[in-house]
């Protein structure tokens, strides 16, 4: 149980252009979604967290107009990179947990590879 | 400023042999420490959990321990196998909506 999916897997986009990548949890429900980017050898980095129905919290230095997080339902959240430019590319990881008030585990999604050109 | 720490130099053991990874952390106040697994181009898959006022907690071959003194978690592969060769991320719980913030993992190679 507890399985994340992602969609794309991987995408290459042109500069200038807007990615949405989607985040699913198959088999329960998620009360909370988190998104995360990661740089090769380096640390998840937290970019927001998401309660479904209500607007995402984002962690500073990330820009919520370029990066729009919309958690519809409690087994859905999508993260559109918008306008995205080279300096974007990276691994974007979403998690789902099931609690928010107390110490959950967090299920992963297997990534999604964003490549700008 | 804070930071979580992690040997950035690879583990490499023998198989049959307990590996140690060790995550030091400062400026932090964790509610809880948790442990995942990373594979190359995937995304971490949960361990274990600990929370403040627990000393140690184990899974079939996995161990960790947590001293809030220290500031530092110990995790502990027993009985190694070339299957367990893959990132190991620290990762701490914070008050609040359950974030959590990552150290840079620590490679694990466990040789046949």
Same mark, same amino acid.
């Given at each position: ?14 500069? =200038? ?6 985040? *699913? ?17 380096? +640390? ?8 479904? =129905? ?18 519809? +339902?409690?087994?859905? +959240? ?19 947990? *099931? =609690? ?18 | ?7 950035? &130099?690879?583990?490499?053991?023998? #198989?049959?042999?307990?590996?140690? %990874? ?10 809880? %420490?948790?442990?995942? $697994?990373?594979?190359?181009? $995937? ?8 929370? &403040?006022? #627990?000393? &140690?907690?184990?899974? &079939? $071959? %996995? ?6 003194? !220290? ?22 719980? !914070? ?18």
């Amino acid at each position: 149980g507890a399985v994340v999916s992602q969609h794309p897997s991987w995408v290459i986009c042109k500069s =200038g252009t807007s990615v949405k990548i989607e985040c *699913r949890s198959l088999d329960f429900q998620a009360t909370t979604m988190f998104w995360y980017r990661q740089f090769p050898k380096q +640390s998840l980095m937290l970019m927001a967290t998401s309660n479904e =129905g209500s607007k995402a919290t984002y962690e500073q230095g990330v820009e919520k107009d370029k990066f729009l997080i919309n958690h519809a +339902s409690l087994t859905l +959240s999508t993260l559109t990179v918008t306008s995205a430019h080279p300096e974007d590319s990276s691994f974007y990881i979403c998690s789902a947990s *099931r =609690g928010w008030d107390r110490a959950y585990e967090q299920y992963f999604g297997p990534g999604t590879r964003l490549t700008v050109t | 400023s804070q930071k979580i720490e992690q040997n950035s &130099e690879a583990l490499n053991i023998q #198989e049959g042999k307990t590996a140690t %990874l060790t995550c030091n952390y400062t400026n932090y106040s964790p509610a809880y %420490l948790q442990w995942y $697994r990373q594979d190359p181009g $995937r995304g971490p898959v949960f361990l274990l959990l600990i929370r &403040e006022n #627990e000393k &140690e907690k184990r899974k &079939e $071959r %996995l161990k960790v321990t947590f001293d809030t003194t !220290l500031k530092q978690s110990l995790f502990h592969i027993t009985a190694s196998q070339p299957a367990d060769s893959a990132t190991y991320l620290c990762a701490l719980g !914070l008050y609040g909506n359950n974030r959590l913030a990552f150290g840079k993992g620590n490679q694990v190679v466990v040789i046949p």
